[in-house]
């Protein structure tokens, strides 16, 4: 049923991406999938503006009954993501999980994450913010390919 479902998805998101996003399958096994999500263009509120990210997504044999894990291979300050693994940490993607949600649904809520941005989610000062965005903004530029 998994591989159903994902082929299915992958046709969609072939014929129509959600914007700045794109997916598929990665050396054809269905159940890991390379995606990449454009930060803003001409927004200097993000510090992920101009940025291109890419994310590894791995499907459970029993997709969409359990989440994929998503991590990104672009190296990201961001709250929600493990600077170490680069692993993605989204209530979306815990418990509890809904089978309705698409992977162009997923995008579209990491895209929204880097668009915009919530340094205060973990209650930061706004001395914390500001570095938070500078931080960011920094890796920004320096790993996602800001043109």
């Given at each position: 049923m998994?591989?159903?479902r994902?082929?299915?998805?992958?046709?969609?998101?072939?014929?129509?991406?959600p914007?700045?996003?794109?997916?598929?399958?990665?050396?054809?096994?269905?159940f890991?999938?390379?995606?990449?999500?454009?930060?803003?263009?001409?927004?200097?509120?993000?510090?992920?503006?101009?940025?291109?990210?890419f994310?590894k997504?791995?499907f459970?044999?029993?997709?969409?009954?359990?989440?994929?894990?998503?991590?990104?291979?672009?190296?990201?300050?961001?709250?929600?993501?493990?600077?170490?693994t680069?692993?993605?940490?989204?209530?979306?993607?815990?418990?509890?999980?809904?089978?309705?949600?698409?992977?162009?649904k997923?995008?579209?809520?990491?895209?929204?994450?880097?668009?915009?941005?919530?340094p205060?989610?973990g209650?930061?000062?706004?001395?914390?913010?500001?570095?938070?965005?500078?931080?960011?903004?920094?890796?920004?530029?320096?790993?996602?390919?800001?043109?």
């Open positions: 998994a591989e159903i994902l082929n299915r998805e992958f046709i969609e998101i072939s014929k129509d991406p914007p700045g996003c794109s997916a598929g399958p990665l050396d054809d096994n269905i890991e999938w390379k995606a990449m999500i454009a930060g803003p263009y001409d927004d200097t509120k993000s510090p992920y503006a101009g940025g291109v990210f994310l997504m791995m459970p044999y029993d997709y969409p009954w359990k989440p994929p894990t998503i991590k990104f291979l672009t190296e990201i300050y961001h709250p929600y993501v493990e600077q170490s680069g692993k993605l940490f989204l209530n979306i993607l815990s418990s509890p999980w809904s089978p309705d949600l698409t992977i162009s997923l995008l579209l809520c990491i895209k929204e994450f880097l668009d915009s941005p919530d205060n989610c209650k930061l000062s706004l001395l914390e913010a500001f570095m938070y965005n500078k931080t960011a903004a920094e890796w920004t530029r320096k790993h996602a390919d800001v043109k």
